[in-house]
């Protein structure tokens, strides 16, 4: 059974970047039939879709975020991660990585979340 | 963007009583060439991440207890649960997968009464 498991550093200061990782085990990245994505949820609010990469390292980002994102793969270590650059205290979120089937797309399997904090 | 709305924003029900959550979308999210309706609804307790239990609105996810049900089509849905039980109490989402940018509702938080 395939799980994910979000990685990276609880705090970091406003204008840096922030850069988690999500190890899966249990399944491929490589694999054809699902895209691996992230979300996130700031303290006591809804979720935010971030953005998704297959496994041929197309992506699709949320507009909102588009110019401030990076989602990239590492079949070696089959894991993917999320860079959010110039982040501001409204990035304060618990930062979920889910699997996607590749034509059906909701969000099917969740990491546990990991939260980061933006503060100087 | 497509806009998703949810009805109430939070509700309380009796053990063993129905509860019924409403969503809407700006947008059909009705995909007329295999008539599916790309609607999912989560169930997210408190420290947990979101768990699917309904996909293609109406399709309940394997072990997902059969008192949640999902209903509706084109802007209008609706999330079920049919009795009550202490378990359930959590925050539910909508959420549509139509297109990109995927967009969730609110949230509508249930409680027992």
Redesign the interface.
């Known amino acids: 059974q395939v799980q994910l498991h979000e990685s990276g550093p609880g705090l970091v200061k406003p204008s840096e970047t922030l850069s988690l990782t999500c190890t899966v085990s249990g399944g491929s990245v490589s694999s054809s039939s699902y895209y691996w994505s992230w979300i996130r949820q700031p303290p006591g609010k809804g979720l935010e879709w971030i953005g998704y990469i297959y496994y041929s390292g197309s992506t699709n980002y949320n507009p909102s975020l588009n110019s401030r994102i990076t989602i990239s793969l590492d079949t070696s270590k089959n894991h993917f991660s999320l860079k959010l650059s110039s982040v501001t205290a409204a990035d304060t979120a618990v930062y979920y990585c889910v699997r996607l089937p590749h034509n059906n797309n909701y969000m099917g399997v969740w990491g546990k979340g990991t939260t980061v904090t933006v503060s100087s | ?1 497509i806009e998703m709305t949810q009805s109430p924003d939070s509700l309380a029900v009796s053990l063993g009583e129905r509860a019924t959550i409403k969503c809407k979308s700006s947008q059909s999210v009705l995909y007329n060439p295999n008539n599916q309706n ?1 609607l ?1 609804w ?1 169930q997210q307790k408190p420290g ?5 239990l309904i ?2 609105s109406s399709v309940r ?1 394997s072990g997902v207890p059969d008192r949640f049900s999902g209903s509706g089509s084109g802007s209008d849905f609706t999330l079920t649960i049919s009795s009550l039980q202490a378990e359930d109490v959590a925050v539910y ?1 909508c ?1 549509q ?1 139509y297109s ?8 509508t938080k249930v409680d027992i009464k």
């Open positions: 963007d790309y999912a989560y947990q991440p979101p768990k699917l996909y293609w996810e989402y959420q997968y990109t940018p995927f967009t969730f509702g609110p949230g």
